[in-house]
């Protein structure tokens, strides 16, 4: 008998231990509502709607960069909305993104999310109607702002679609995830949510005006063939304004120079290609960037002279030789004859607020194939 309770006793708290351990593991795996554990202070979230978030989700999860997705709803006045009453509420289906801003940017998602659906549609997503399913993004600051419009204007500039983006840019809301179900749903529910998609004519219409509905090719791809920024129209100063965050607008339109050692890249040690912020013209390579000590990015050449115009500058009781991009005609910095000798002797003097750089593995996704080769 005492040996019957005795093994009863064993099975038990091995139950129990089996019991505590699947609790801890089910304590412990992130939910969908929450960024993955190996997310970190450097992974940003952003907000944003795109239609159906079924599709928006899928899009965004293959998109480089992204870490995490969840579908829920915002903007509306009821708290802890449902599938339920989120419209009747004023809220719209809208993603959480979780990104690793080193490998994509704000600026990045909007023109994403621009080539994912259709959004010169104001009251809708296809054939999904009303408020509910209207494209938005929300901004955290205006940094962010600015750079939506920035990708805004530059589309609506090239005349991709036949009517104006309608893309709302809002400030940013609280964000309630949606029901479990929904997370994943193109996972979950592929019969049900490929026809689902197909039917709607969203892959059609991706097709029709980007060439493909991929999340890492031509979704993903320069906003026009080769070279666009040869056709680059350069907007009114009011425009320029609204695109450009305060420092960007006075160094690039006003030839102001920002603060050394403050500023975006003068650290940047990662492969890549600077680009113009506005026209988005290459200039310069990683390859060709050095530490001069002077607390601005500095770089021994450009990728080619001819994407460069140089002036004389005699602000300042001196004469400098002023460096711009040819085709926005933006202010960069200065060239000085002071570079390291065994490299040309040259030291081009850039302002951060008057470039963007593109990371070496997004240079095709971004148009910038042919300047692989730099990296070779």
Same mark, same amino acid.
């Given at each position: 008998?005492?040996?019957?309770?005795?093994? @009863?006793?064993?099975?038990?708290?091995?139950?129990?231990?089996?019991?505590?351990?699947?609790? /801890?593991?089910?304590?412990? +795996?992130?939910?969908?509502?929450?960024?993955?554990?190996?997310?970190?202070?450097?992974?940003?979230?952003?907000?944003?709607?795109?239609?159906?978030?079924?599709?928006?989700?899928?899009?965004?999860?293959?998109?480089?960069?992204?870490?995490?997705?969840?579908?829920?709803?915002?903007?509306? $006045?009821?708290?802890?909305?449902?599938?339920?009453?989120?419209?009747?509420?004023?809220?719209?289906?809208?993603?959480?993104?979780?990104?690793?801003?080193?490998?994509?940017?704000?600026?990045?998602?909007?023109?994403?999310? $621009?080539?994912?659906?259709?959004?010169?549609?104001?009251?809708?997503?296809?054939?999904?109607?009303?408020?509910?399913?209207?494209?938005?993004?929300?901004?955290?600051?205006?940094?962010?702002?600015?750079?939506?419009?920035?990708?805004?204007?530059?589309?609506?500039?090239?005349?991709? @679609?036949?009517?104006?983006?309608?893309?709302?840019? +809002?400030?940013?809301?609280?964000?309630?995830?949606?029901?479990?179900?929904?997370?994943?749903?193109?996972?979950?529910?592929?019969?049900?949510?490929?026809?689902?998609?197909?039917?709607?004519?969203?892959?059609?219409?991706?097709?029709?005006?980007?060439?493909?509905?991929?999340?890492?090719?031509?979704?993903?791809? /320069? +906003?026009?063939?080769?070279?666009?920024?040869?056709?680059?129209?350069?907007?009114?100063?009011?425009?320029?304004?609204?695109?450009?965050?305060?420092?960007?607008?006075?160094?690039?339109?006003?030839?102001?120079?920002?603060?050394?050692?403050?500023?975006?890249?003068?650290?940047?040690?990662?492969?890549?290609?600077?680009?113009?912020?506005?026209?988005?013209?290459? +200039?310069?390579?990683?390859?060709?960037?050095?530490?001069?000590?002077?607390?601005?990015?500095?770089?021994?050449?450009? $990728?080619?002279?001819?994407?460069?115009?140089?002036?004389?500058?005699?602000? @300042?009781?001196?004469?400098?030789?002023?460096?711009?991009?040819?085709?926005?005609?933006?202010?960069?910095?200065?060239?000085?004859?002071?570079?390291?000798?065994?490299?040309?002797?040259?030291?081009?003097?850039?302002?951060?607020?008057?470039?963007? @750089? $593109?990371?070496?593995?997004?240079?095709? /996704?971004?148009?910038?194939?042919?300047?692989?080769?730099?990296?070779?």
């Amino acid at each position: 008998m005492n040996n019957i309770k005795s093994q @009863f006793l064993k099975v038990a708290i091995i139950l129990i231990v089996v019991i505590l351990a699947l609790l /801890a593991m089910n304590y412990l +795996l992130p939910k969908k509502n929450t960024p993955p554990l190996n997310a970190n202070a450097k992974t940003k979230t952003a907000l944003m709607a795109n239609g159906c978030f079924w599709c928006a989700e899928a899009d965004f999860e293959k998109m480089p960069g992204v870490i995490a997705v969840v579908s829920g709803y915002a903007g509306g $006045i009821a708290d802890n909305p449902t599938y339920k009453n989120y419209a009747d509420a004023g809220h719209r289906e809208v993603v959480q993104i979780t990104y690793d801003p080193t490998k994509v940017s704000y600026r990045d998602l909007v023109s994403y999310l $621009i080539k994912h659906g259709n959004p010169t549609d104001a009251d809708g997503s296809f054939y999904d109607r009303g408020a509910e399913y209207a494209p938005s993004v929300y901004y955290e600051n205006d940094e962010e702002k600015n750079s939506a419009l920035a990708v805004i204007a530059d589309i609506d500039a090239r005349h991709i @679609f036949d009517k104006p983006i309608a893309l709302s840019v +809002l400030p940013r809301v609280k964000f309630w995830p949606a029901e479990e179900y929904h997370q994943d749903y193109y996972k979950k529910n592929q019969v049900r949510y490929g026809y689902y998609r197909l039917q709607s004519g969203r892959d059609a219409f991706i097709k029709k005006h980007w060439g493909d509905t991929t999340g890492a090719s031509a979704s993903n791809a /320069a +906003l026009n063939p080769s070279s666009p920024w040869k056709s680059y129209q350069k907007p009114s100063k009011d425009v320029l304004k609204k695109l450009l965050t305060p420092l960007q607008y006075k160094v690039t339109q006003e030839n102001e120079t920002e603060p050394p050692f403050q500023n975006e890249y003068n650290e940047t040690k990662q492969e890549g290609v600077y680009v113009d912020i506005l026209s988005g013209e290459p +200039l310069y390579s990683s390859r060709d960037k050095y530490d001069s000590g002077t607390g601005w990015p500095s770089f021994v050449k450009p $990728i080619t002279q001819e994407s460069l115009i140089l002036k004389e500058d005699k602000s @300042f009781f001196s004469t400098r030789t002023e460096v711009r991009s040819k085709y926005a005609d933006s202010h960069l910095g200065h060239v000085f004859p002071d570079g390291p000798a065994d490299r040309g002797g040259l030291r081009y003097c850039m302002n951060s607020a008057a470039l963007r @750089f $593109i990371p070496k593995e997004y240079l095709a /996704a971004n148009g910038y194939k042919e300047y692989m080769g730099l990296f070779q």
